[in-house]
């Protein structure tokens, strides 16, 4: 045999078997010699013979027997067999196989009866300790004259035979490194064929209400271990399934992994399956129930069961006994239900190269102590439960059952190896039928009576009246969330109403404290300008005396050159002045007096005598005062960054190995200027990034609001994106958004190319990108499971619905804003996009009009303090898709053809909330309601000095703004001309001019080049308005660029 054999391996395992033969535990003490015979039969899949063949050896030796005595080892085989065992019985010169008895080879002999081989190996039982019990597997019976003939052999000997399978089950249930690799592996196989096909395939049944048996279904599952695709990476020919998948529902169900799946239909209604999948000959198991429409009863019960699964995991430790785990499962149970009597019998069994060791079951009676590195499978279901919802026979009987592959450790509870979510989430489908239970009868009913064809007949008109009223329900929904939407907002302004802003205050700073502080220097007594760089002071000589001010009153400065004289002339901060939003406008003494700004003059001309020129002073005090004043800027930015900052908690490191780890990732934002690599680790309490350089950034679990996975389809990167709710500091900045990414093809592209499109090196390239993207795809999928295992599905991961994208604008580009389960993201552009769902009032679209291609969103928030989010340019095809998204998350929406000023809006509702509301709240968005236009024209005319949404709004956007509604006085139709000038954001006057002219010519709209703006004063026009270039900046388009 050309087939190598991993030595190391076989010395270790055979060292460990003879080590706890001479231990002489249980049965081990009661054998003198041990035989272990190997025939043919193909129907055997698990035998404890074959199983610790395949453990020494790494394959299985048919008509082979060994026999193990106390001084040697005997192995009786064909010639081919032989050459490959020579490969352990030539120990010369290896000193892993010191303390391993010999081996002896003995050829058979076909034509023979090998009477000379079995009495070889009867001399050498009888040689070893006693010579009159021989161990054996009781259960194990191979076919076959050859293994008959040796069988008898040993009975007409007179030797005695004693079992001890479970004890050489016990040697074998703790698993290497390499094994337990093996079986890591089997169980992420298993892993993925049931999230990716099996829990795909039901979804698609279910949706498409087919009929499909539950043997045709299993048979499905058995083939798709077949396709490469499924099997993350691993070769179809290492992998097979433990045994047939069971697939159980309508009211039948054995908890057992001995019976197969039936040729019933599968009932929509509590769906079990169990599948294990063996890869090189270590197995694997997972057992999970998919719900349709489960009833509340049927999800408690559920959630109950998760709970005892996890109870169960505590107790499964190193050197806990087996009883006592089940047995602190059982109290469990009695304590929190009554659902004792219909937990199964046992819990599960260990699990290695035989799927399941019938010697170490998880009951009350077994006495083993459980060790480190042992894998089970645990299996833990609740039998004939009632439904008492249930209408159809099939419904009222159910069952729950879920399972798992686990790893037993040393002091902390149990790992499981196969992460696949089993929250009631995860497992439930929920179908959005109410009317549908009636339907389903009456169809049935139909299908009894008339047949086939006259269920199609109905189905089809059922599909066309829900098509016709699919609109209206969305309507009556909406009002329903309308109504409760000014319920709840009302009632939570009113409890905030007593809650005053407190306005920022600008910071007063004191040059010195006491007389004894001021500088006494040569220049200050000679009334020059002196700088002191510790205090931060500028010392001005005014009226002959020397006065401090401090750096921090100083607006700016300024020098220039006149004639024979230099003048520097220095403004300083006053009540009125423009101090930005940063800075506060409210002096803590306005009344006082002010010097708003101060002139120095000096001569350039050296008079004799004089050590330099005059103006020299000012120079320097130019130069410095800037110095200075840089310095203090930067260290007021500093401080102004870190405010509002809170305290996190420390990172508890853990020193684990096997942490989930990502390496070769960029981080974004950039800690320094030029972007670093890094890898990316989870440790007990959250992540930490640590640089190439050493930076370290830590994100805590519990101060994540949202883990985002953006996977690579359709993408130039693959991202892990946390939206945090609070910032964190790194690179002298907050941040509340951190990524982490890597590149996975060529962002650029070389023009230069001149090639075939069928070169062999463009066909390689994009053959490597393909696995690239698989092969990272897969590493951050298994980084995120073992993240979620970790923090026990705390911090679970949103991956971006792409199907439900839509092209938007929230800043300056567009680009592909995505749903989730709890958000509304973009986070391969930067700066990212990140919107909680749960944080939003309700969703307006402005500008939607026939003739216009796209529209914008604004979202207004709960906290009405905070600025609305716009986004812009949404091409019109995607409204009626984000409405149906919208009203399934039950959030409200309202559309209309104008746009407002939000911040106008918004300052009216904060200001007089129950006012608002008791003119119909947000009903004046809604185009059916009356008199909304008058409301948005006189909130428009309203002033808005004084609110202040948020406080990094920069001041030239509120001067927009304001501009946005002074086109109110003006005509109509010129206001109707601006609104549709920004159609689409970010393109220049002359592209808008050029889109214009087009949408013109296709409405064959005739457009008149040489006149300046026809259709800006043709009233008759009004319904098509074409794009006017103003003028002058007091004619600015309506609708502007906002930034959220």
């Excluded at 790494?58 to 106390?70: A, P």
């Excluded at 995120?784 to 839509?806: A, H, M, N, Y």
């Excluded at 309203?942 to 956007?957: H, K, L, R, V, W």
Aim: proline share 3%; aromatic share 8%.
């Amino acid at each position: 045999m050309a087939v190598n054999l991993d030595k190391e391996a076989y010395y270790r395992r055979i060292k460990r078997f003879y080590g706890n033969w001479k231990k002489g535990e249980d049965e081990f003490g009661k054998v003198d010699a041990i035989v272990v015979s190997v025939g043919v039969d193909e129907e055997i899949v698990y035998a404890k013979s074959t199983a610790i063949q395949t453990w020494l050896f790494g394959y299985e030796l048919t008509d082979t027997i060994m026999v193990f005595c106390d001084t040697k080892i005997i192995f009786l085989a064909s010639k081919k067999k032989v050459d490959f065992l020579k490969q352990v019985a030539i120990t010369k010169g290896n000193e892993n196989a010191n303390g391993v008895p010999p081996i002896t080879l003995l050829t058979r002999e076909k034509n023979e009866s090998n009477k000379a081989n079995f009495d070889k190996m009867i001399e050498a039982i009888r040689g070893s300790k006693q010579g009159k019990t021989v161990g054996f597997f009781s259960k194990d019976k191979f076919p076959g004259d050859y293994m008959k003939s040796w069988n008898d052999t040993i009975t007409a000997e007179g030797l005695e035979k004693v079992d001890i399978s479970a004890v050489v089950a016990y040697t074998m249930a703790v698993k290497e490194d390499g094994e337990l690799a093996l079986m890591k592996k089997a169980a992420a196989i298993t892993s993925e064929v049931y999230s990716k096909f099996f829990k795909e395939r039901v979804m698609e049944i279910v949706d498409a209400d087919e009929k499909v048996r539950h043997s045709k279904l299993a048979e499905s599952v058995e083939k798709a271990i077949e396709e490469k695709k499924y099997l993350g990476g691993a070769d179809p020919s290492t992998v097979e399934m433990c045994y047939p998948p069971i697939i159980q529902s309508g009211g039948n169900y054995s908890l057992k992994f001995s019976v197969v799946s039936d040729k019933n239909h599968m009932h929509f209604g509590a769906i079990t399956c169990a599948m294990g999948i063996r890869y090189k000959s270590y197995c694997s198991n997972l057992v999970r129930t998919l719900m349709v429409d489960p009833p509340q009863e049927m999800q408690d019960n559920y959630n109950f069961l998760l709970q005892v699964e996890e109870e169960l995991l505590k107790h499964l430790k190193h050197g806990v006994k087996i009883s006592d785990a089940y047995n602190a499962v059982q109290d469990y149970v009695k304590e929190k239900s009554d659902l004792v009597s219909k937990l199964t019998k046992n819990l599960g069994f260990a699990m290695g190269i035989e799927f399941r060791e019938g010697s170490l079951v998880l009951n009350v009676k077994n006495q083993y102590k459980l060790k480190k590195g042992m894998v089970l499978s645990i299996s833990l279901g609740f039998a004939d439960l009632v439904n008492k919802e249930a209408k159809k026979d099939e419904q009222k009987k159910y069952a729950l059952f879920v399972g798992d592959t686990i790893q037993i450790n040393e002091e902390d509870a149990a790992t499981i190896l196969t992460p696949v979510k089993k929250k009631i989430k995860n497992v439930g489908i929920f179908l959005k039928n109410d009317d549908e239970d009636d339907e389903e009868e009456d169809g049935d009913d139909a299908e009894e009576l008339l047949g086939k064809g006259a269920r199609s007949a109905a189905l089809l008109a059922d599909r066309t009246r829900n098509e016709l009223t699919a609109e209206e329900k969305r309507r009556a929904h909406q009002k329903e969330l309308a109504n409760h939407l000014n319920e709840e907002a009302k009632r939570r302004l009113t409890e905030r109403q007593g809650e005053q802003q407190i306005q920022k205050a600008r910071k007063s700073n004191v040059s010195y404290k006491n007389v004894s502080q001021m500088p006494r220097e040569k220049d200050i007594r000679e009334m020059k300008i002196f700088i002191d760089k510790k205090y931060e002071t500028v010392v001005m000589p005014v009226f002959g005396i020397a006065t401090p001010f401090h750096i921090a009153t100083i607006k700016n400065i300024s020098m220039s050159v006149e004639g024979d004289y230099t003048y520097l002339r220095i403004n300083f901060y006053v009540p009125g002045s423009s101090l930005g939003r940063q800075e506060g406008n409210i002096f803590p003494n306005p009344d006082a007096t002010f010097v708003k700004e101060i002139t120095y003059r000096a001569s350039n001309l050296k008079t004799p005598g004089d050590p330099s020129v005059p103006s020299t002073n000012l120079q320097n005090a130019f130069r410095i005062i800037k110095e200075v004043q840089k310095r203090y800027k930067t260290r007021e930015a500093e401080e102004k960054e870190k405010e509002g900052i809170v305290k996190q908690d420390s990172l508890v490191i853990n020193l684990n190995r096997s942490n989930p780890k990502l390496k070769d990732l960029y981080i974004r934002p950039n800690i320094a200027q030029k972007r670093m690599q890094g890898s990316l680790e989870a440790h007990t309490n959250g992540f930490r990034f640590t640089s190439v350089r050493g930076d370290k950034v830590d994100i805590l679990y519990n101060n994540i609001k949202h883990a985002i996975f953006q996977p690579c389809d359709g993408e130039m990167i693959i991202v892990l994106h946390f939206h945090l709710k609070n910032a964190i500091m790194f690179g002298k900045r907050r941040h509340t958004d951190v990524q982490f990414y890597t590149e996975v093809g060529e962002i650029t592209t070389d023009l230069g190319k001149h090639q075939h499109m069928h070169d062999r090196d463009d066909l390689y390239a994009e053959q490597m990108e393909r696995e690239m993207r698989h092969k990272l795809k897969s590493a951050f999928k298994n980084f995120i499971e073992k993240v979620e295992t970790l923090t026990k599905e705390q911090l679970e991961f949103e991956v971006p619905f792409r199907d439900l994208g839509f092209q938007g604008a929230p800043y300056r580009s567009t680009c592909l804003l995505q749903p989730t389960s709890g958000s509304l993201v973009n986070t391969t552009e930067w700066p990212p996009f990140v919107v909680t769902l749960d944080e939003v009032e309700l969703v307006h679209f402005e500008r939607v009009q026939f003739h216009l291609k796209n529209f914008d969103v604004v979202i207004v928030y709960k906290d009405y303090n905070k600025k609305v989010t716009m986004i812009n340019a949404v091409p019109v095809n995607s409204l009626d898709p984000i409405k149906e998204w919208l009203n399934s998350c039950d959030i409200k929406y309202t559309e209309g053809v104008q746009s407002l000023n939000w911040t106008k809006i918004m300052k009216t509702i904060v200001d007089d909330p129950e006012g608002f509301f008791e003119q119909g709240g947000w009903s004046f968005l809604d185009p059916e309601s009356e008199g909304s236009g008058a409301e948005e024209d006189s909130e428009s005319e309203m002033e808005d000095e004084t609110f202040n949404p948020s406080a990094d709004e920069e001041e030239q956007e509120e001067e927009d703004s304001d501009e946005d509604y002074d086109s109110d006085t003006e005509d109509s139709n010129y206001s109707g001309e601006s609104e549709g000038s920004e159609e689409e954001s970010g393109k220049d006057w002359d592209e808008l001019e050029e889109e214009a002219r087009r949408a013109d010519r296709e409405s064959q709209y005739v457009e008149d080049d040489t006149t300046a703006a026809p259709a800006a004063n043709n009233n008759n026009n009004s319904s098509k308005k074409r794009k006017v270039r103003p003028s002058a900046p007091s004619s600015a388009p309506s609708k502007k660029k906002r930034r959220s």
